[in-house]
């Protein structure tokens, strides 16, 4: 067969194909592909996640370049720079100076998320405060909540398993304090059964029956949170989260996860990570379209494009602006992201 595209007779084939739909149509000028964008990503969709520590200054987290522990100083002007960008939220992460059994620190009068908290809301009242409620930053086993031995021991489970309800205790007092400091969002991550309906009951209970829950609901056991436990100093020091955090093989039961924490009075839901869940993200957002979802563009995920694009091996602005649409596309209304402050200058 020979392939005549000279000739003028070539342009036959179009009209024995009958090619009268033509989707490249619509694509052909930068103004038409605009006007029939499906996406549109937003410095709004965005909540920013930052690392507070005590003392002094900031650190550069090694495997998060761009990414720092912060003094609460820094933390606050960190969260300047997020509201100059047009980012309404941060998500606040403590690094405790003593860790012990239960995670004290978290729930302590002048802990270092609640310093945090009064001094972001003192100096940006209308910044968007959500803090992480869980225990593995706090507790010096580095896991998210109490652990089955010495006085609790329970011969039926594993030694070392987390317990499910004496951790929800902690959980309570960890969010009234919150509170008490002026979180505007608490977004609990530990996935313990029946931890948003406890939250929710001590929040009632304390007068803050108007502050929102923000549920990690569906939060799988993955590889991908590696440098968020160097930046967090949370990994756990045996074993791992595969009893509480979900499988990544699985998909309906993401829809009961997320049915309980609807049912136990979340606002808002959230799978992470996002990248490798991109269907997940679309399952419980159409199972559950009246409620805003967030999805949490993990440390791995941002390590991934950092590391590539330093080699030179990828175009960091136009991988990072494409995973985030996607991550929009597949039904997430609000993204947890490192790269909210670069990605809210690159969409100025
Ligand atoms: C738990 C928590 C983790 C992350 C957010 N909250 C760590 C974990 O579950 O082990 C990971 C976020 C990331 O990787 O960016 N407090």
Known sequence: MTLQIEHPDSF????RLALTKRPRRLRTT???RAMVRETELSAHDFIYPLFVRHGHGRSEIRSMPGIHQLS??????EAEIAVKSGVNAVILFGIPNRKDPVGLENFTENGIIQQAIRAI??????????????????????HCGILNTGEHFQASLPEGYVLNDP?????????????ECGADILAPSGMMDGMVGAIRGALDQTGYEN??????AVKYASSFYGPFREA??????????????MDPANVREALREAALDVEEGADMLMVKPALAYLDV?????????????????????YAMIKAAAANGWIDEKKATLETLTAIKRAGADLMITYHALEAAKWLK
């Open 167 to 179: 951790t929800l205790d902690v959980l309570a007092k960890v969010a009234i304090s919150h509170a």
């Open 30 to 32: 930068p103004a038409l």
């Open 121 to 142: 809301k003192k100096e940006i009242p209308e910044l968007v405060v959500v803090t992480d409620v869980c225990l593995c930053e706090y507790t010096d086993h580095g």
């Open 232 to 245: 967090a100093e949370g990994a756990p020091k045996f074993g791992d989260r595969k009893s509480h955090q």
């Open 211 to 216: 502050l929102p829950i923000l549920s990690y």
């Open 12 to 15: 036959l084939v179009s009209r």
């Open 72 to 77: 609460v100083e820094e933390a606050v002007r």
């Open 281 to 301: 993200i679309r399952v419980v957002k159409d199972a559950f379209p009246e409620l805003p979802m967030a999805a949490y563009n993990v440390s791995g995920e």
